[in-house]
């Protein structure tokens, strides 16, 4: 016979919260911040040792264990408390009772204040714990305080009197009220208003609160916290014993991640309820070695304030990227400012406004597309379709594969709602993981909201670094134009309209050559202001420059360092192999590597030819994809009899084996000689020990012959470009050669639309050509669409064909990667587009017949200023054109939406296999931004009036290239930040360029002392260059050996060093192997993931890969832990 307690139901074992638990007993644990836990112990080795200053203290610790707790740890810590507070109380370590754990102190507190069958007020939604810690062992009960999303689920007065009335109602004498502060699951800290509210409550009944204040270190942005301590402190009251009333709960589970340790506390002003709960504290202490440790880690001040800032850092950057990605899917959550989590809208997702509905959702979530998240219901929360996601227990790779699941369910949702419930549920979802950006063919009107509102550590993390740099080069166009725009209004435009002495129109009448340094006269005294304002400009410019060079790159490190470990970090390629006839290449790298680097040296993959067999390989794939989805549409059906043998759900369905009876025990090409069919190249993947190991030999010269064993840092996999891999080494030089002549001779070709563009600018020679044009031109609307618009609209689909061509120039120039063939062709663009936009169109229309132009060169500034400013209203319409028209055509994405259009309506076809997302095309995009600012430093002084067409084209270039990013492009590689010295490089030839242009304009109007201003500016400009490029671009180039060193000392002391270097063996897949494949398409049948596929530039949305091993059966748990991958 057991007691009644044992038998109890009351625990709340079985609710929705609790369910989770069980599957986080299966997982492994990830806590934000534990690395600087470790690193402290590390430096601490003694503490660990249970020494004191180098004694043993061991014999002390063992043998004494007072419940009352040692002092210097309860000083240390009330300190801790104070400091989180910002010292704003003071607490006496007299009044602290030291628990195991904040349950325990929960607990306790209800033994010391009510009796069983009385009962305490709790706020809704409320941490789903409370249910066993307050009321299983004490019998006290407790009574909702409902809280209502109308005003963010605040707690008002009227809310605390009704759930007062609804306890005498039941019968219930009410003993106190508890709160989360912050809330557990709000994230929201408690304001003055409602900490008074509540002060004010409890005066009036006579009751007690309880603070559970166990978040108050996660506050990680405004407002800050207030502890109802402090609140207690500014009241006003006539009850003086409101004091002995109010009782704090803590522990150092949460602010320091350190639950399994077991430290909470009570603090209370009641001096009773103080010696009561240090009696009862007896059945659940905190042993006097888990106290040692924590004294001396709360005793380091500098660690702890270190420790706190960096926790709250990290916590409001996985909250932004986890608020981002779901307001990417449509989901918005409540606005938060601490906690470990996020309460999330889900009630637009509901079949029904019941919590029915909100549990069948649960459950679609939990058991369809593996996410652990906790229903608002298990919260108590009143209103359905409200849930709990935690962010701060899972890594950042897990949490993108989490968003791409809710991305799939909200899609799947909307699609299973139309067509008749759940069946096929999994068959949708599997769809709707490959096209989970559907809607970026018809964007969202709230677009403009969501991209303004999104921060930069929520691009970081949806975006990647290259993302970041790109917006941080528009971000740095709008300030120094703003700044140029301001100044250039008020001191040059003045100048310019009024520099010659004329009757002058009405403005919206004058000619653009009004209001450009053209109409100064020569010999003007007032010059200076556009000499003043060069100087503005350039300084202000290179401010901005250093500050934006020094935070990207500080902003590259921290990537590179808290990123989870790369297969690049540990490989090497090797290229240009020796051939021997005794060996084969890859006898010949072991050989090698064995010999001159044994001791770091773990192995080495080769690259092999891929030919006919590759062809075959990958028909015999498609073949397969094919019958595999066909016996999927057949098998999706909907199933009443759970399954016997493995217990399936209801909806589960049935999955081709992935092997026949005839097939067990053969591999997918078993019967072929791959060695003799798989030719190897001179080309391997070497994987070295270490990070510091693998740069060390990448960077050294290996041989005296520089032409053979040369050694690269290798790319991530999905970022190599195998065709390239076995171009013979030699041949790279001539390639390099080739493509630059066949740059150069394309930029000659591209003169013809060039040369004609400008014909058409010049009315006088058009007139003169075609006579019988002459009345037709002389028609103002006609001579402006001829002579502005029509040029620009023929430039610009010229230069359509720019951006493949030089892509198809760096392929062939031998690029080892994705990411530097896309920066390679975007210099290529850069240069491109620059020459022919700019210096052919000036010269070509001004100056070319002129056989004596270049006669010397310090005419080219004369003929540069000359020629810059008659080419404005070009710039302008051009910037109009081509910019402005840009942008919508990106937000829009045409071509992708003619396609789709075509492939539904014309061939009526529904596959989705066609419609792949694309990375961000940087080598088209950034060229033009950079176009653009060139254009907008060359003429800034010559012709203000672009620049307010400059800003406005960047302000939306900010919001539209933000969408995109969010919403339709998926990043597959990058370049880590590798694109900011093009944009420091372009930027400094711009700056240096307009300034001899206007050393050029100041000699043609006659300002010896201008002129004589701008050359040191020259000088001053080209001297911070080589300063940046001295000391911030080395940083873009390697990796520092401290850096390196101490990544590789923790992994090993992490012992995840074993782990990497197994996963190596499989990280550069070259050949897509069928028995790959099946055993992907299993993956992602049970777990919603897709395979990694060979060329990143055709995957499909959702089957984005991992950091590691590109495997696809990573778990999420959104509110327990990370699953492992398995």
Wanted: glycine share 6%.
């Amino acid at each position: 016979m057991l007691s009644k307690k044992a038998s109890c139901e009351s625990h709340g074992q079985d609710s929705s919260y609790f369910l989770g638990w069980q599957e986080y007993e299966k997982n492994s644990y990830h806590e934000l911040s534990f690395d600087l836990l470790e690193s402290w112990l590390e430096s601490n080795s003694d503490v660990l040792a249970l020494k004191r200053k180098g004694r043993s203290v061991f014999r002390e610790l063992a043998l004494f264990q007072d419940y009352h707790g040692f002092p210097d740890f309860k000083n240390r810590l009330v300190e801790f408390m104070a400091k989180l507070r910002g010292f704003k109380v003071a607490f006496d370590p007299n009044k602290l009772v030291l628990t195991a754990g904040a349950t325990s102190a929960n607990e306790i507190l209800m033994f010391c204040l009510a009796e069983p069958g009385e009962a305490f007020l709790l706020p809704t939604p409320y941490y789903p714990g409370f249910d066993r810690d307050l009321k299983w062992r004490t019998g006290v009960e407790i009574v909702p305080i409902h809280c209502t999303s109308s005003n963010d689920f605040r707690i008002t007065a009227c809310a605390l009197e009704d759930a007062y009335q609804q306890a005498e109602k039941l019968n219930l004498k009410v003993k106190g009220v508890l709160v989360t502060n912050p809330s557990n699951p709000l994230g929201t800290t408690m304001n003055r208003e409602e900490l008074n509210h509540l002060i004010d409550f409890a005066i009036t009944k006579k009751i007690h609160v309880i603070s559970d204040e166990i978040y108050s270190g996660t506050v990680f942005d405004s407002p800050s916290f207030t502890s109802i301590a402090e609140a207690l402190m500014e009241a006003s009251s006539d009850d003086a014993d409101i004091c002995n009333r109010i009782h704090i709960v803590y522990s150092l589970s949460k602010d320091l991640g350190l639950p399994g340790f077991r430290v909470g506390m009570i603090y209370s002003y009641n001096e009773t309820v103080v010696a009561a709960a240090t009696k009862m504290s007896s059945f659940g202490l905190v042993s006097s070695q888990t106290q040692h440790l924590l004294s001396n880690m709360l005793s380091d001040k500098k660690f702890t304030g270190k420790y706190v800032k960096e926790n709250q850092r990290r916590i409001r950057r996985r909250k932004e990227m986890l608020v981002a990605g779901l307001r990417g899917a449509g989901i918005k959550c409540l606005k938060s400012n601490a906690g470990l989590f996020c309460w999330v809208d889900m009630r637009h997702l509901l079949s029904s406004d019941t919590f029915e509905a909100e549990k069948e959702l649960w459950k679609r979530i939990l058991f369809g597309f593996g996410l652990n998240i906790s229903p608002g219901s298990s919260c108590h929360c009143s209103e359905p379709g409200w849930f709990r996601m935690c962010f701060a227990n899972i890594s950042q790779e897990t949490l993108r594969v989490a968003l791409r699941r809710v991305e799939a369910l909200v899609e799947s949702t909307s699609t299973t709602s139309g067509a008749g419930g759940d069946n096929c549920n999994h068959h949708h979802h599997r769809r709707t993981v490959r096209n989970s950006r559907r809607s970026w063919f018809v964007p969202s009107p709230s677009w403009i909201v969501k991209a303004w509102e999104t921060t930069e550590e929520e691009m970081l993390a949806v975006g990647g670094m290259d993302a970041v740099v790109f917006l941080r080069a528009v971000v740095f166009s709008i300030r120094i134009f703003s700044i140029a725009a301001v100044i250039c209004f008020l001191l040059v435009l003045p100048v310019n309209y009024y520099g010659q002495e004329m009757r002058h129109k009405q403005i919206p009448s004058e000619s653009l050559e009004v209001f450009t340094i053209e109409n100064v006269k020569e010999g003007s005294k007032w010059l200076w202001a556009h000499c003043l304002a060069l100087y503005i400009i350039t300084c202000s410019a290179c401010i901005l420059l250093y500050f934006e060079y020094k935070s990207i790159a500080k902003m590259r490190l921290e990537y590179f360092t808290q990123s989870p470990p790369k297969p690049s970090h540990f490989t090497v390629l090797v290229r240009a192999i020796p051939q021997s006839s005794q060996e084969s290449y890859s006898d010949s790298v072991k050989k090698f590597f064995t010999n001159y680097h044994a001791s770091s040296y773990l192995s080495h993959q080769m690259v092999l030819r891929s030919g006919r067999v590759q062809k075959l390989m990958t028909d015999a794939e498609k073949m397969y994809l094919v019958f595999k989805a066909a016996s999927l549409e057949q098998n999706c059906k909907p199933n009443s009899i759970q399954c016997g043998l493995c217990g399936g759900p209801t909806h589960s369905f049935n999955i081709l084996s992935s092997e026949t009876d005839s097939d067990k025990g053969k591999t997918g090409f078993g019967d072929l000689d791959l060695a003799t069919i798989r030719k190897e190249c001179p080309a391997a993947f070497v994987f070295f020990k270490t990070r510091y190991a693998a740069i060390v030999a990448a960077q050294v010269l290996q041989s005296s012959n520089p032409m053979l064993w040369v050694t690269d840092l290798a790319p991530e996999p999905h970022d190599v470009y195998w065709s390239n891999l076995c171009i013979p080494y030699r041949q790279l030089w001539i390639r390099k050669i080739g493509t630059l002549v066949a740059a150069i001779a394309f930029m000659f070709v591209f003169l013809i639309p060039v040369t004609f563009v400008q014909g058409l600018t010049q009315l006088e020679q058009l007139q003169a050509t075609f006579p019988f044009l002459r009345g037709l031109l002389k028609k103002k609307y006609v001579s402006q669409l001829v002579t502005g618009y029509l040029p620009s609209v023929i430039l610009i689909l010229a230069l359509y064909t720019v951006p493949p061509t030089m892509m198809l120039f760096s392929a062939v120039e031998g690029s080892i990667s994705r990411s530097e063939r896309k920066k390679s062709a975007c210099c290529k663009v850069l240069y491109f587009t620059i020459w022919n936009v700019f210096f052919v169109n000036i010269f070509t229309g001004s100056v070319i017949s002129q056989l004596n132009v270049f006669s010397s060169v310090k005419d080219i500034p004369a003929q540069l200023a000359k020629a810059v400013p008659r080419q404005a209203s070009f710039f302008v319409t051009y910037v109009l054109t081509s910019g402005w028209a840009s942008l919508s055509c990106e937000v829009m994405q045409f071509f992708a939406l003619f396609c789709n259009l075509v492939k539904r309506f014309v061939l009526r076809t529904n596959d989705d296999s066609s419609n792949a997302t694309f990375s961000f095309p940087y080598h088209t995009e950034a060229p033009r931004l950079l176009l653009f600012g060139f254009l907008g430093f060359t003429c800034s002084i010559l012709a203000p009036l672009i620049l307010p067409v400059l800003l406005i084209y960047f302000s939306l270039a900010y919001l539209v290239y933000k969408n995109q990013i969010l919403n339709v492009y998926v990043p597959k590689y990058e370049s880590g930040g590798q694109f900011w010295p093009i944009v420091h490089i372009t930027t400094i030839f711009s700056l240096v360029l307009s300034q001899i242009i206007a050393l050029g304009v100041f000699g043609i109007k006659r300002s010896s002392v201008a002129s004589g201003f701008t050359i040191p500016l020259i000088i001053c400009t080209l001297l911070f260059n080589e300063y940046c490029r001295q000391r911030f671009l080395p940083v873009f180039k390697n990796n520092a050996a401290e850096v390196l060193i101490e990544m590789d000392r923790k992994d090993e002391q992490s012992g995840r060093m074993e782990e990497i270097h197994q996963q190596l063996h499989s990280a550069y897949c070259q050949f897509n192997v069928i028995s790959q494949e099946l055993c992907r398409s299993q993956c992602l049948n049970n777990q919603g993931e897709g395979d990694s596929s060979l060329d990143p530039e055709k995957l499909k949305s959702g089957n984005e890969p991992s950091q590691l091993n590109g495997s696809c059966t990573v778990h999420s748990n959104l509110d327990i832990a990370e699953t492992r991958k398995k």
